[in-house]
């Protein structure tokens, strides 16, 4: 079962509830890796790692846990600017204003991934927050503060870990087993649905 599937079924068991100061809350220190979900009842951002060697595919936006990341708030904020905006330099100031301006709705934990959950609201808050913290980005024109320009501004075949943003069907209470995409429209989609 993909990471994304899993995640979504953690939705079920999430952590105790996260304080006003996120930095208070008792760190789990056996996470393997932590990311951000952007969601509501209808959608979820996800991204397409065609270059992934082990399985490449559409999954959550996040990754492994890294040497300095103390806490898996750090990896989560980290993973999700590098995925974003396809930088390999954060500044550590910006990770520590994340850290203190964003409040996430739920932490689920599924098996050691730790998933920080908010709103397309949120995102857009996240957003303007690493703009004004000096974000640069390869695969963007200019600096997205907004969903839309998140999703269409980003540039084509750039080599990033994460070359497509997409919004997906949130399954969480669905009853799908395997893939919810229909092997149909896959390969339509690889036969030419573009403009």
């Known amino acids: 079962m993909s990471r994304y599937l899993r995640c979504l079924q953690a939705f079920r068991r999430p952590l105790p ?10 760190q ?10 952007f969601c509501d009842d209808k959608h979820i951002l996800g991204g397409l790692q065609p270059h992934k060697k082990r399985k490449p595919g ?8 890294a ?7 750090d990896t989560a904020y980290r993973e999700t600017l590098e995925e974003l905006y396809h930088v390999n330099s954060i500044p550590l100031s910006l990770v520590h204003t994340l850290k203190r301006e ?12 730790i998933t920080l959950t908010f709103s397309f609201e949120d995102l ?51 009853r799908c087993k395997g893939s919810p995409i229909r092997k149909e429209f896959i390969s339509d989609m690889k036969r030419g649905l573009h403009l």
């Open 17 to 26: 509830p996260v304080t006003d100061s996120p930095q208070e809350q008792v």
């Open 28 to 37: 789990p220190t056996n996470y393997y890796g932590a990311g951000c979900a």
């Open 58 to 65: 559409i999954s959550g936006i996040g990754g492994m846990k």
């Open 67 to 73: 040497e300095g990341d103390l806490t898996y708030f």
């Open 102 to 113: 964003m409040k996430p709705r739920s932490v689920v934990n599924s098996h050691g991934y």
């Open 124 to 174: 857009e808050k996240f957003l303007k927050i690493a703009k004004k913290g000096g974000i640069r980005s390869t695969v963007y024109p200019k600096v997205p503060v907004t969903l839309l320009e998140l999703l269409r501004d980003r540039k084509l075949n750039t080599g990033a870990e994460v070359e497509i943003l997409c919004l997906l069907p949130n399954l969480y209470g669905q």
